[in-house]
């Protein structure tokens, strides 16, 4: 069974960074694309970045320079180092996978239970 789990959110000024885990189980985690959506209040989801099984990586452009993808086969685990952070990255950021080896859009079936991100001074 698919499980992802994050972790890493918090309540961080403007200009702060923080860093997202998340950690997979029930499956072999550098098999598959993992990515990472979030969704502010009163918005629709907004995919901001993928990493395939490969290493290649995916980033929105209104992330870009900002946010790193990266991860750790050996703990099964993804990151999203978040840098220069804004109010308006504000949101609940979720980790998913569509359980396929390369990243192919923000479509995926199995998702974590999401990590509350607040940027504010």
């Known amino acids: 069974q698919v499980q992802l789990v994050e972790s890493g959110g918090g309540l961080v000024q403007p200009g702060g960074s923080l860093t997202l885990s998340c950690e997979g189980s029930?499956?072999?985690?550098?098999?598959?694309?993992i990515g990472w959506v979030r969704q502010a209040p009163g918005k629709e989801r907004e995919g901001i970045s993928c990493?395939?099984?490969?290493?290649?990586?995916y980033v929105a452009n209104s992330v870009k320079g900002r946010f790193t993808i990266s991860r750790d086969n050996d703990k099964n685990t993804v990151y999203l180092q978040m840098n220069s952070l804004r109010a308006e990255d504000t949101a609940v950021y979720y980790c998913?996978?569509?359980?396929?080896?390369?990243?192919?859009?923000?479509?995926?079936?199995?998702w974590g239970q999401g990590t509350q991100v607040t940027v504010s001074s």
């Open positions: 029930g499956f072999t985690l550098d098999h598959y694309a």
């Open positions: 998913a996978t569509r359980a396929i080896a390369h990243c192919a859009g923000y479509n995926f079936n199995y």
């Open positions: 990493i395939s099984n490969d290493g290649a990586t």
